[in-house]
């Protein structure tokens, strides 16, 4: 598999934690903010994996604004700030 990094934002719904991937789209959950970042870690590799598997990877990497370097090795797209808003 290939390696790549990717952000994680955490959030709290009931007694759950949620981990999220903003660049690929893919969340898992857990009982503490360590497990969910863990499931999230599985859920990106198996993401990935299966991508690779489908000969789709690429194309993932490109639309969620990855970008190649000249070694081959995949920069992702920077979260530049989360900010919690009010609409009144």
């Given amino acids: 598999m290939i390696p790549i990094e990717y952000d994680i934002i955490i959030f709290k719904e009931d007694e759950t934690y949620v981990a999220y991937c903003p660049e690929l789209d893919v969340s898992s959950c857990g009982n503490t903010v ?9 859920a990106v590799r198996l993401f990935l994996e299966e991508a690779e598997k489908m000969g ?3 194309d993932i990497l490109e639309e ?6 000249s070694k081959g090795y995949w920069i992702p797209p920077k979260l530049v700030a989360t900010e919690l808003v009010t609409v009144s």
């Fill in 34 to 42: 360590e497990q969910a970042k863990e499931m999230l870690k599985t």
């Fill in 56 to 58: 789709t990877i690429e």
């Fill in 64 to 69: 969620a604004k990855y970008k190649k370097d």
